[in-house]
């Protein structure tokens, strides 16, 4: 790929790659999300350790003076006026948000910006492998079973729910993997991504995305605050270690028609000089001469 210059004189880069094959990456994205599942379920049957990790996560989150997660899950339960609107907003939002928006946002890197999304790829495979290792090496039982917290389970109070009752029973998920959340990791990727992708003023409005996240994942007891705060951490170590791609080029600035360029002073007043000595030096035709005698 070439360079260009820019109407106004800047030296541009277009973003370097092609694209990459689609069935590749398909093949590549089923089977990194077909091993991520899998090992999730490696660590389901340890319930005694998963409660005793949440107790120390408690005392900790208490002994930082952080908020508890109830504060939050107070302001999306049923109350005079909204009823249920709030925690079942929350709880779809939790169930319906989190995979098909990391899925449009890849295809849109894929389709828009093909650098960006070897990157992104590249980020979220390593936020994800060091999840997964996380999540084995520190199962955690999260905030709606820790009698400790008196929490809500909003998911199953108020619906819609992703987990099954019973932890144990569970084959779909591994509700053991509290930390990190990836709920929160992945959305803050995508924020990240999207700013980095793009160039408009507003870009940073991505960001309201892991806010959200971050609210709706503590409101429905599905993660302490520290699980976030680790996710966060884990995506700025997979930022550091992942090259970055070339910024996206910024929109050419428009051309404005310049001025005419004004005569330079010594010209005008040349031009003026000789005028007038035109002028001057004009002479009246013979004809027209006063008779010799006629005033006499």
């Given amino acids: ?63 930082l003076h952080l908020p508890g997660e109830g504060l939050v899950q107070r302001l999306l339960l049923p109350g005079p006026g909204i009823g249920d609107v709030p925690v079942h907003a929350a709880n779809t939002y939790y169930a319906a948000v989190h995979f098909p928006a990391t899925v449009a946002f890849l295809v849109w890197l894929y389709l828009r910006r093909p650098g960006h999304y070897r ?16 999540h084995l090496a520190f199962p955690l039982a999260p905030p709606r079973m820790l009698d400790a917290a008196h ?8 619906g819609p729910s992703v987990y099954g009752a019973a932890p144990a029973a569970d084959t779909v998920a591994n509700q053991f993997a509290a930390m990190p959340s990836l709920h929160f990791g992945w959305a803050l990727a995508l924020a990240v991504g999207m700013a980095a992708a793009t160039r408009s003023r507003w870009r940073l409005l991505w960001l309201l995305h892991p806010l959200a996240t971050l609210l709706v994942i ?17 995506l700025g170590a997979a930022l550091a270690v992942v090259p970055r791609p070339p910024a996206a080029a910024r929109p050419p600035a428009p051309v404005r028609d310049l001025p005419r360029p004004r005569p330079a002073a010594g010209h005008a007043g040349h031009a003026g000089h000789a005028g007038h000595a035109g002028h001057a030096g004009h002479a009246e035709p013979a004809g027209h001469a006063e008779p010799a005698g006629a005033g006499r």
């Fill in 218 to 234: 503590v409101g429905t007891a599905n993660h302490y605050w520290l699980d976030a705060a680790v996710a966060a951490a884990l």
């Fill in 119 to 134: 990157w992104a790829r590249r980020v979220l495979t390593v936020l994800t492998g060091a999840a997964l290792a996380l």
């Fill in 151 to 158: 929490l809500v389970d909003t998911g199953l109070a108020y």
């Fill in 1 to 63: 790929m070439t360079s260009h210059d820019t109407p106004d004189g800047r030296h541009t880069r277009p973003e370097s790659g092609r694209r990459p094959r689609l069935a590749r990456e398909l093949l590549l994205v089923a089977g990194l999300f077909a091993a991520y599942k899998a090992g999730r379920m490696l660590s389901t049957g340890r319930t005694g350790e998963a409660f005793a990790n949440a107790d120390r996560i408690w005392d900790l989150e208490r002994a």
